[in-house]
């Protein structure tokens, strides 16, 4: 059985992904490196296989969830939290961590080809429409949206609202 707690908000009864018109779903979880997977399987299953910003979205929030995890207070005892926004051209997602002492590095890739790291933030830059970091006191904020093409239509929310996590 999964570890950590579970909570979704959403209009509808019926728990497969992507059938109600807006969903909000926050999700706590570990700090430990078997939940960034969890991270994945819970916005796949949010989002449903057939989205066409499914693949873009679990990447990108195995990125997010790993520096969670290894670069914060979560990977040391701690908790993350996930939250998933989505309508029907824009997805959101938000990892909030238990924050460091270090302020989060926002550099970029090594410059060694074959190091196992580094990528997260490039991926980010190349993958979403856009993303940030935000920093209170005890936690760090990353987030990013993706949006659907829409035959050169705007996919922001129609309500122009921002949602920061």
Known sequence: MDGGRESSKDTGADDDAGTDADKDRVFHLAGTA???????RLVSRALGV???????????TSEVATNAVVHSDSGRGG???LRVSYSAGTVRVCVQDDGSLAPPCTCGADADAHATGGRGL??????ARRWGVIREAGANRVWFELALDLAGVS???????LYLG
């Not at 078997?34 to 994945?40: G, H, K, L, S």
């Not at 066409?52 to 679990?58: G, T």
């Not at 490039?122 to 993958?127: G, K, M």
């Not at 996919?155 to 609202?161: D, E, H, L, T």
């Open 34 to 40: 078997d939940e960034i997977a969890r991270a994945r």
């Open 50 to 60: 057939d989205h066409p910003l499914h693949d873009d979205c679990v990447l990108l």
């Open 79 to 81: 908790t993350f939290t």
């Open 122 to 127: 490039p991926l980010l830059d190349a993958l």
């Open 155 to 161: 996919a922001a929310p129609p309500n122009g609202r």
